[in-house]
Structure formats: C-alpha cells, structure tokens
C-alpha cells in the first residue's frame, strides 16, 4: 500500500533524525566499498590463474612459469582475505554505532510513549528494532549488497570469453533475479507476520510470569498455559511457514547456481570443441560465473534478516516521529511548592472521551489536598498529570509559575515524590531502589527516606539489610513491605511535590501513622501533597479536598467544609427518594 502524504509527513522527523545518525558512519561506508571494489577485483585471480595455467604453462611445460603465477596468487588471495576480512569489521561497527547512537534516543522514546500508551507494539518491540538493524550490518546480507552491483561487470566479463557464454550468463542472472522478487513477494508478509506472532507471545508469557503468585493461588496455570499455547502456537506456525518458505527459496537459488556452472562448463566444452574457446577460458567463465551468481544467492538465503531490518527501521522512523526528543532547557532553580492546574483536559489514546475536563484548582507551600471520587473518576490520571507523566490536551500546570513543560524531565523528577498506586520494584538494591537507582547513592538521605516511611527497622530484617537485592516481582516482601519502600522513594531527596496515590492501601496501622507523619514533615518544610484515596484515614492530614466525578471537578475547598457538603448533599438525596426509595 502506498503511505499517503500526510502519512509521509509524519514519518518525516524520525526518517531526518535516523539519517542524521547513519550519515556518522559515512566514511566508514565508504571505506568499506572502497575495500569492495579491490575484493571484487581480486575475485577475478582464480578465473584468471586458471586461465593462464590451461593456456600457458601447461602449453609451455613451464616449471618457471607455474612457480611464479603460484607465487603471485598467493599474495593476491591473500590480499583479498585481509580487505573481506576488513570489509566485514567496517560493516559491523556500522551497526555497533547506529545501536549506540540510538540506544538512548530508542530507550527514552520507548520509554514515554508506554507511560502514555501501555502495552504499545511500538515501545515493545523498539530494542528489538534497533538490534535488528545492528545484525543487518553485521550479517553475510550486508556484504552481498555490496557485491550485487558487480554481477553485471562479471557477466559482462564472461562476453568477452564468447557471446554465447555472455547470454548464458545474462540469462541466468535473470532468472535468479527472477527468483529473487518472488522470495521478496512471497515471503516478507509471512516474515514481518511471524515476527508480529513472536513478540505477541513473549509478551504474553511476561505478563503471565509477573502474575505467577496469582496463577498457582486460583489454580489458573493450566488455563494460563492454554490461552499461552494458542498464541505461541500461531508464532511457532508462521515462524515454520516463513522458515519453509525461505528454504525453499534458498535451495532453489543454490540448485541453479550449481546447474549454471555446470552448464556454461557444457558449453564451453562444446565451444572448445567447435575451436572457439580454450580450454582456459573455459574454466575461468565457469568460475566467474559462480561468483556473478554468489551475491544473490547469499541474498536470497540471508532474507530474513534484511527484511526484519527494513521492518525495524519503518517501525522506528514511526517511533521517533511520534515521540519527538525532548528539547534543551534553561535549568531552572528549585521550585516553590505552589501548583496551579488551569482548566486542565487530558485525553488517552484509544478512549473515546477525554479522562479529565477543565480541572481547575490552586495549592499553595504547605498545605495537602487530598483527591476523591468514585473509581474511573480520573484521580489517578490527574496525578499523573501532576508529576509529568502525561501532558494534558488543553489547559495547564505550573509548579512555582513555570509550566511543568518548562522543566527538564529528569530534572523535574528529582523535585517531586510519586507514589503510583501500583508499586513496582526494580532489579536494584534497596538502597538503589529507594535513592531512584542513583549510582551513587546518598545514604544518609536514604537511611533518613526509609525512617520516614517507617521501613528502617523493616529494611534492616531483611537478609542483606539495605544492600537486599530487590525484583519486579519482590516475592520476598509484602504488599506493605513494598509500598513502604515505595514511600521511601517518594520521600527521598526532599521533594518539593509529593503525589501519593492510594497511599495506605496495604499499610497496617503503623505504617498509615508514619504516612500522616511524613505529610506533616513535607507540609512543614514547605512542600505540598496530594493525596488520592478512597479512605479517610489517607486524607486526615489534607487541608483542601478535591472532588472528581466523570472527569470534572465536582468540589473544591477546605476539607471539612466539602466534607460537610458532601453528607448534606446525600441526606437530601435520600429525603428526596423518601420511605419507598422513589424520587
């Protein structure tokens, strides 16, 4: 199909950017092809050393002769095996720098757009893209390219031995081309299907695992395994169509590529005996041929390879179009903790109605504002809104009068504390998973974190203590253990914005009395909380209350006064229903 303009045009900005990164490798490009086309050359010393062996030496009986053209194929074979060997590494490092050119741009891509759009193919399978070009430049594929243009110059060579053998040639290259757009047609649906078919399936079995606690409790690993089996299953099946395809395909090219040497052998026979060829020429056609042939044969049996490589490059220009980089920013200095959120809408991809509509309100230094609802009412979309992880469609944010826009990510990041409602722990340390995997982490503000989330006396039961190797699944801690520590990191580095949502889900007591502590402690040093809960025991230290439903703002004010707002209103909703329940 056709990409429309505007299609084109999207993808315009990522194509620019991958282009930029690969015109860095250009001179190792070119020195590349420069050492192609002495390889190239030199092929044609074993066509010609046959030749002068059949036509001279053995015409002459020439000891001397024999001795000093052996010598001279020596050193041009290995001349040859020096610059391929050459050649090769020059590919290679092309790959290796576009991967390390991009890594970082791939990751960070990747990155935003599944905190936007979970569970995206794009951001799923974008290491995966990049690599596949990193084993383009590295595999067999890419110096058969290199070669394919000197197919013509070869066939055109054999012209000069005989015409008849020059058709012959020209005859057979076409056929093998032939061959060659048949396996492009036929077989890349089937390839770019079954590399589809095999992501689908890993992420099926890693979401699986990651719920494997849940799994073996419900008795579910048999189902769990089924549903599994169908997805691996249709990868297993297109995975063994293309396989068989590409085979077939392969072995088709060799069976012709042998048949050809072995007919213009033939013919030159014929030829020989007819007194218009020699014998030498005979055989040096016979060898040229097979190496005018032997490009596209390796290109043919390396297709896959080529295609996944084409099929990550369009799925990464899609990526980098889609999630631009993010642009240099003048560093700003640490923020007061006032928030203003300005009629604030946000829109997630594959919804048909915006999560949150023209959401207002103002926080100052030192006050908490706890965020209520029934569930779908957007809180948790909001919060995230809050901290940067999604950008609102209208409307906006401003931290200390500064749009959060304004603030470099990573930057803004270390000035506010989030808690998510589902916590996850990463393959870290304690340490490293509390101080946000910092390599060098500051372990007084570590130590003094984990206090405040009361996890100190927790964290030092552990095996290993802070140094206790952590994972996404952290099966070796509770449901409280890992939101404590979650806390911790929240708290760690002072922020000025703490974004807490559903704190105290899996605290006990002890831990709901050291939450509120560590509110005030924020509050006191003129930060500002937010605090999204369904329980009121989260929201015992907020000053304002923010009431969200279906989107948009319902109350906002002084916690007790909507509070008292909020029963006044469900009395008279009740008096209105009256005895019978009926309005």
């Not at 390390?100 to 599944?114: I, M, W, Y």
Request: glycine share 10%; net charge positive.
């Amino acid at each position: 199909m056709t990409a429309t303009p505007e299609a084109r045009r999207q993808t315009e900005a990522g194509r620019a950017e991958l282009g930029r990164i690969q015109k860095a490798s250009r001179g190792i490009l070119v020195a590349a092809i420069l050492f192609s086309i002495f390889v190239n050359l030199l092929m044609l010393t074993g066509p010609l050393y046959m030749l002068q062996i059949y036509d001279r030496v053995l015409g002459s009986q020439s000891e001397a002769t024999l001795v000093a053209l052996s010598a001279i194929v020596i050193v041009l074979f290995l001349a040859m095996g020096f610059l391929d060997h050459a050649r090769s590494r020059l590919l290679s490092r092309i790959g290796a720098r576009l991967q390390a050119g991009l890594d970082r741009r791939v990751f960070e891509a990747a990155l935003t757009r599944s905190s936007v759009m979970p569970g995206d193919m794009l951001a799923a399978s974008a290491q995966r893209d990049l690599e596949s070009m990193q084993r383009f430049w590295a595999s067999p594929v890419a110096t058969a390219l290199m070669d394919l243009p000197w197919t013509p110059i070869f066939v055109a060579a054999i012209f000069i031995f005989h015409p008849v053998l020059g058709w012959f040639a020209v005859a057979s290259a076409v056929v093998l081309i032939v061959v060659a757009l048949a396996n492009q047609a036929l077989g890349k649906g089937l390839i770019l299907k079954s590399n589809s078919a095999t992501i689908a399936a890993e992420r099926q079995a890693d979401r699986l695992k990651g719920e494997a606690e849940v799994l073996r409790a419900l008795g579910m690993t048999q189902a769990a395994f089924r549903r599994w089996s169908v997805a691996r299953g249709e990868a297993l099946e297109t995975s063994l169509s293309s396989a068989d395809l590409g085979g077939a395909f392969s072995t088709t090219t060799r069976t012709l590529r042998l048949f050809v040497q072995s007919a213009i052998l033939g013919i030159g026979a014929w030829l020989v005996l007819q007194g218009e060829l020699t014998p030498g020429a005979m055989i040096a056609g016979s060898i040229i041929m097979g190496r005018a042939l032997a490009p596209i044969e390796q290109a043919i049996g390396q297709w896959a390879v080529l295609t996944r490589a084409r099929e990550g490059k369009a799925n990464l220009v899609q990526l980098l179009s889609l999630q631009p980089p993010e642009p240099p920013r003048t560093p700003l200095p640490r923020p007061r903790a006032m928030i203003e959120v300005e009629n604030v809408s946000v829109v997630l991809q594959g919804l048909p109605a915006p999560v949150l509509r023209g959401v207002s309100f103002r926080l100052e230094p030192g006050q908490a504002l706890g965020i209520i609802g029934p569930s779908g009412a957007g809180k948790s979309t909001l919060g995230r809104a809050l901290v940067g992880a999604i950008r609102p469609a209208a409307g906006r944010i401003r931290l200390d009068g500064a749009e959060l826009t304004q603030y470099d990510p990573d930057r803004l990041g270390s000035q506010v504390g989030y808690l998510p409602q589902s916590v996850t722990l990463f393959d870290a340390s304690v340490t490293e998973n509390i101080a946000r995997l910092s390599t060098e982490p500051d372990a007084e503000k570590v130590v003094a974190a984990a206090r405040a989330a009361a996890a100190h006396d927790m964290i030092l039961h552990l095996a290993q203590g802070y140094d206790t190797r952590l994972g996404p699944g952290s099966g070796q801690l509770s449901g409280g253990q890992v939101q404590r520590i979650g806390l911790a990191r929240a708290l760690y580095g002072d922020p000025v914005l703490l974004v807490l949502d559903e704190p105290n889900s899996n605290l006990d007591n002890d831990g709901s009395v050291a939450l509120n502590s560590a509110i005030r402690k924020v509050k006191a040093d003129g930060g500002s909380v937010i605090v999204i809960a369904h329980r009121p025991a989260a929201i015992q230290e907020c000053d304002l209350l923010l009431v969200l439903e279906e989107g948009q703002r319902r109350a906002f004010g002084p916690r007790d006064e909507v509070l008292r707002g909020m029963v006044k209103n469900a009395t008279e909703i009740v008096r209105a229903k009256g005895p019978g329940g009926v309005s």
